[in-house]
């Protein structure tokens, strides 16, 4: 998959605003539970399209490195993390991919984009909290 | 997805997931996903559907408390 022009001037513009660097680290390997997905007449490579798309995004700055790496092991491969803090399992394809855009974005700015009464809420957080977001490509 | 990521930049108690479901339907289906978006959360489904922030929030301390 290639990103349109339109969609590189978007990003471009949105990666202007990175005050930090931010790394991605996308990890391969072959996935625990094979499935396939048929687009355009051929099979997708989840893998293969998600280190293309990462590899397009992270041409748009400086900012925003990339680090591939592989294993052998079965997993939950393609995973994508951001800043060490935010990982993705899958092809980020349709409105997946915007998200993870914006969380490049959110995580290379020093403010955050919650409301101070979020802020304020998380910050009376006793416990750990892991959250699993589960969706589909739209 | 995005309020998850953002809850988990501004909290170090807070780890976030973003999981394709159609990829992944082992997973999705050990935690009984039928739609999307759905949030597990410390391993439980808490809710489906998108939520205001402030909706999300509190359902995240609420998830959080059980």
């Known amino acids: 998959m290639e990103l349109g022009e339109s969609e590189r001037e978007a990003i471009r513009g949105l990666f202007g605003g990175l005050e930090r660097d931010v790394p ?19 099979e997708l490579d989840f893998g293969a399209e998600t280190q293309s798309l990462l590899e397009q ?21 393609p995973r994508t993390t951001i800043a060490e803090r935010l990982v993705y399992q899958g ?19 020093e403010a955050t984009s919650l409301s101070d009464s979020s802020l304020a809420a998380l910050a009376a957080l006793e416990r750990d909290i892991s959250l699993e977001v589960f969706v589909t490509p739209t | 997805m ?31 996903v039928v739609s999307v978006p759905a949030i597990v959360a410390n391993d439980r489904l808490a809710w ?9 929030v509190a359902n995240l301390l609420q998830a959080a408390s059980l």
């Open chain 1, 91 to 109: 092809l980020p394809w349709g409105y997946e991919l915007s998200t993870l855009v914006y969380a490049i974005a959110e995580a290379g700015r």
């Open chain 1, 57 to 77: 995004i992270a041409s748009l700055s400086d900012r925003v490195t990339l680090t591939v790496s592989e294993t052998d092991d079965p997993g939950p491969w």
């Open chain 2, 48 to 56: 489906v559907g998108n939520v205001s922030e402030p909706r999300f």
């Open chain 2, 2 to 32: 995005l309020l998850a990521y953002r809850c988990a930049l501004a909290s170090e108690k807070v780890s976030a997931v973003g999981v394709e479901a159609s990829e992944f339907p082992v997973a999705a289906d050990r935690h009984g």
């Open chain 1, 24 to 42: 991605v680290l996308l990890e391969l390997g072959p996935e625990a539970s094979s499935v396939s997905v048929l687009a355009g007449g051929r």
